[in-house]
């Protein structure tokens, strides 16, 4: 029986289901949306009934379906952490693959790997720079670095780093454009800001830094809006106006004096940044490894910034 089995349309039909949507599943398996439905087709013709229900574009699971996406779900989880294991079994210089915000990586993560690959010369490193979540079971991420209120539900999760938030801009417009001496001079000022998705009012924008401050935030004279945080970083040094800068993410450039600070004020963030993996995953040398050269970057990281 097993050999019968439609393992291309079960693998498309879990995506189906997961996604909710037979485009986002085209994207993930990399075929046409019409391959998709042909598969589901062949798979619902197959077993006999109905397993997705498709009313004005949207795609919702039968009960029946929903059954069988949580077995495949699980099968194929179970095959993918075996094949990880056969291939840390494999080789002992075996890369790792980290899922990690584009920001992040490019201004904090990507500077700071030559340390590792000097330390560890057999575990070369990969990045996969997303805003979405690795799954580990259908991505090939080893671990991932998070951004958030650190709620990942049935994986180990590790703070790597806290935030701070305050006002940055570049030396040249504090010297040479509008006053920036106060908070309401920022009416004067562009105002640089990046998409960080709100949850629960807590995210770390312009509204937030004001309120947890006791301090009124003006209507700037203009808003610039950056898909990434680290655009958002590039530009305020460069000039373009005021960023609020997010500790992990602006403190290299301020040593380096290409940001400065107008004003002192300075708030907790509500969100940190996080090392998130399966429970499993330190049972591989390359992985442990990696872990602790992470979180000994980030101590010194903290430390070097409580001292600055």
Known sequence: MIANLPFTALRTFE???????FGRAAEELGVTQSAVSQQIRALEDWIGMRLLNRLSGRVTVTEEGARLAQAVTQGFGSVAE?????????????????????????????????GFDQVHPEYPVS????AQLA???????????????????GLHVERLLEER???VCAPALLAEGPPLKEVSDLARHTLLMDEVTDIDGQAPTWQFWAQEAGLTLPKPARVRRFGQSNMVVQAAIQGLGVALGRSPLVLDAMAQESLVRPF????????????VCPQAAFESDRIRAFRDWLMQEAATFEAQAEAG
């Open 15 to 21: 995506a189906v289901a997961r996604l909710r949507g």
């Open 165 to 167: 938030l305050f006002p």
């Open 127 to 130: 990045i996969a720079t997303t």
């Open 264 to 275: 002192a004020a300075t708030v907790e963030s509500r969100f940190s940044y996080w090392l």
């Open 82 to 114: 075996l094949c990880r294991e056969l291939r840390d079994c494999r080789s002992e210089t075996m890369s790792i693959a980290v899922s990690c915000l584009p920001g992040f990586a490019y201004v904090w993560l990507i500077p700071r790997l030559i």
């Open 135 to 153: 799954d580990f079971t259908h991505d090939e991420a080893d671990l991932a670095i998070r951004y958030g209120p650190g709620k990942y539900p």
